[in-house]
Each structure stands twice: as C-alpha cells, then as structure tokens.
C-alpha cells in the first residue's frame, strides 16, 4: 500500500522530546489527515509548538475537540472572562473584567505560585487529563519572564535506578492541588490537612498509551505516597523531581509572540510556569488553555471509574490569619 502524503513538517527541539510542527493553517477547516499526522507527533514528541497559530477562542475550542472529550473550567475562585466558553481556561493575570490582578491581592498571586511548580494538568481530579493546549494572546516584554518549561518524563523514568523502579511499582500516589498550592507558597492553607479535602489517586508510573513506554507520573500534586509517611512521602518526591528535572529532561518554551500555542501531553510530559515576580502585577500576560480528558486505560487512575467531582478547597486560603486577627484584634 502506498502510504499517503504528509504534509506536515515535525522539527525536533530537544534530543529526546519537543519539536515544532509546520503546516497546519488554522484559519482553515484541518482535514482528518492532517489530525492523524499531530496525534502521531503528540505521541512520539509529548510536546508540540504551533508557532504563530493565531487562533480565536472558538479554533482553539474545536482544534481540541479533535483530540478528545473536552474539559471545562472549574471556576473555583472566580467567574473568569469566558464564562459562557467554559472550555477556555483562563490562565493569564487578569481579573474577571480583564485587569492585571493588583498588587494588593497577594493570595491570587500567592495561589498562581503552584503553577512554577512542576506538574500534570488535573492530575488532582479523578479523571485526569491527556491534553493541554495553551495559546498566548499577549505576552510581556522580553526578558520579564512568563515563559514554560518542560521535562521529559518519559526518559526520566527509564533513567531511574532499578532500586527506584521497583520501589515504584504499583505505588499509588494521595494527589492535592491544596498540598502543591501550599508547597509553593508556604502562607497559604496553612492549618488545613488536605485529607479533609479533596484526593485523587494515581499510581506513580503508567504506561504512556500512545508510545507504550512507561511515564513517571510524579509531580507536586503528591501529598502521600501510599505506604509511607507524609515526610518520607516529601523526600521521596522531591528526590524524583529533581531527578525527572535536571537540564538534560529540560525543554523550555519561550514565547515569541501572541499567536504562539503549545500542545502537550499530561500523561508524557510535565511542565511548570517560570517565575511571574517580574511581570505579575505590571503586564499583561493574557494566556488561555483547553485541555481534553483522558480516555485511555489508566484515565481514572486508582479513582472510582465513572465517579467523577470536582476539586474542594477551603474558601479563604488564609483563613488562619483571620482566625490570628480575631484572636488578638
Ligand atoms: C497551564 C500552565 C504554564 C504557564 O496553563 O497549565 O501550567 O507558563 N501554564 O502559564
Ligand atoms: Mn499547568
């Protein structure tokens, strides 16, 4: 059989992950060929760049689509600017009316510092997630940061010690987006035990369902590996993120200019947002992501499959400062 022509062009960007696709052009309808050959290059490269893509919230919507049932927003904290696209997550630094959040407002700046952490979209909800696609709408000047890193956690698994594979199989992992929240900011849910809250349950490794080569599906929504104490738990997962980002795993995406998107893959890949201090409060940085749920085998983790929920915080991420204020006000 003759295999059909590919029309785009894959330019690999690290030495064992990432590459940059040409080709698609996303004002026009994509043919399902073309879908193929990004779910083929989504597969074997975990990450991809669409430079340039300049889509619309509505090409972005339905480009997703194409890749899987669609996740929505869980509006934990605000309305966000798209409540009638719940499908776009808003990620940038602006507030519901399109504002740079105010440098009074410390716990939204305080709770976006989880983001700099490295992680897997969703993986604190029952149903994880498999794809991300993020797209920059404004971006701030060079050099005040706001770009994205990502770390190769595929290799970095195969990399591993034999002692560690064998401690990590079968593992399960206690997930918190409370605990990541308050790993990177140390103020913020400070009396809470994220037990009294929402957990979701994954095991630390999977095989990937698109490369079959196992996943190291460890990040900063660890709270507790099963089996082992919270301490033991904190060393062991620092350990394996350290290892999962030394530079060599590293890939990081600078964004060039609005328009630019990046795909990856949840179950393939981490990822985390580079420090904001410099542009937070100053310039816009207007990012939106959409995400699809898995629907492979290991979709539902060790999570009853087909219950699913939502994630559950505490309303005031602060609530112990208040209590402080009572106390001595
Ligand atoms: C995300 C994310 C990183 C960034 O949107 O899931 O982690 O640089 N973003 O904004
Ligand atoms: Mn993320």
Redesign the pocket.
Known sequence: MMSAQKSLKFKPLHATFAAEVEGIDFSKPIPDSVIAEVQEGIDKYGVLIFRNANMDNDTHVSFTRRFGELDSMPFIRRRGRFPDQPHIFD?SNLDDSGEIVKNTDRVTSMLKKG?ELWHA?MQYHPRRDKY?L?RAVEIPPKGLGGD?EFADSRTAYEDLSQEWKNKLKNLICDCSLIHNRRLAAPDLYKDVDPYDWSISHFKAVYPHEGSGRNNLYVTSYVYRFQGYSVEESHKMREELIAHGSQPKYVYKVAWEQPGDAVMWDNTAVW???LDASEYIFKYRRD?R?TNTYDNGPHAWGENEVGKDWKVQLPKDPLAHESQLNRLVG
Do not use: G, P, Q
Request: glycine share 0%; proline share 0%.
């Open positions: 990620v983001n979209d991300s993020l994205t990822h985390r947002a990012m992501r």
